[in-house]
């Protein structure tokens, strides 16, 4: 009787982590600035919903868990405008998503040039 309920509760904790196993999906890319095209250090990247929030690497790169289906993407960082970008889940569990940041005015960003 005991080998057969830990059996049922090692199943039933098998099921539970394969069910939330597949409730998120790994979001990787590449932050970079809009003009440059150069990565950009340091920007903070957030999933809706699924803290906690993530920092590029030196090369822009960013690799972060979000909930499966749709999410909405944060980025910024200082000197840069703040952009909002949706993913859409795809049949594999990991997605790629690259977002570009545009200069704010107030670090020379588009509008500062055209005020010129």
């Known amino acids: 009787m005991e080998t057969t309920r830990a059996f049922s509760t090692a199943a039933a904790l098998l099921l ?11 979001v990787t890319g590449t ?4 003009d440059t095209n150069k990565p950009v250090a340091g920007a903070v990247v957030t999933a809706s919903g699924y803290p906690p929030a993530v920092v590029t690497d030196p090369d822009g790169t960013y690799s972060l868990k979000a909930a499966w289906q749709q ?3 944060v980025a910024g960082a200082p000197c840069y405008e703040t952009v909002t970008d949706t993913v859409q889940a795809t049949n594999s569990r990991y997605v790629t998503k690259d977002l570009t940041l ?5 670090c020379g960003g588009p509008r ?5």
Not at 31 to 34: A, G, L, S, W
Not at 102 to 106: C, I, K, L, T
């Open 16 to 26: 539970v982590t394969s069910v939330l196993g597949c409730t998120s999906m790994r």
């Open 31 to 34: 932050v970079r600035d809009r």
């Open 71 to 73: 999410v909405s993407l």
């Open 102 to 106: 545009v200069r704010s005015p107030e």
């Open 112 to 116: 500062a040039e055209a005020a010129r």
